[in-house]
Nanobody, 120 residues
Framework: VQLVESGGGLVQAGGSLRLSCAASGSIFTFDDMGWHRQAPGKQRELVAH???????NYVDSVKGRFTISRDIPKNTVYLQMNSLKPEDTAVYYC???????????????WGQGTQVTVSS
């Protein structure tokens, strides 16, 4: 199973980007999916999360600016990022959790990351 991100790049402050993450080689539909990011010298943090039922949550710093969504049949998750700020600069990783099986918790799969750079 592979998660492949796309849509990163360089944008000016106040601009927008849309990240996509598609699963390939999967025979199951991911349970929860999310986007994390890691800036230089900082720990990786959860940016946005969406459940299989569509419930979402966001880190406070992106609330009102970022929107996570998913296309379940396509096993794809998106992150629409508006009003971008220089502090949003980071490598963004998507993550998907496989459904539990036989009482065993699901496994977290990660993409390779896509760079988002916001210039001031």
């Amino acid at each position: 199973v592979q998660l492949v991100e796309s849509g990163g790049g360089l944008v000016q402050a106040g601009g927008s980007l849309r990240l996509s993450c598609a699963a390939s080689g999967s025979i199951f539909t991911f349970d929860d999916m999310g986007w994390h990011r890691q800036a230089p010298g900082k720990q990786r943090e959860l940016v946005a999360h969406i459940t299989s039922g569509g419930s979402t949550n966001y880190v406070d710093s992106v609330k009102g600016r970022f929107t996570i969504s998913r296309d379940i049949p396509k096993n794809t998750v998106y992150l629409q990022m508006n009003s971008l700020k220089p502090e949003d600069t980071a490598v963004y990783y998507c993550m998907g959790t496989s459904p539990p099986t036989g009482g065993v918790p699901g496994y977290d799969y990660w993409g390779q990351g896509t760079q988002v750079t916001v210039s001031s």
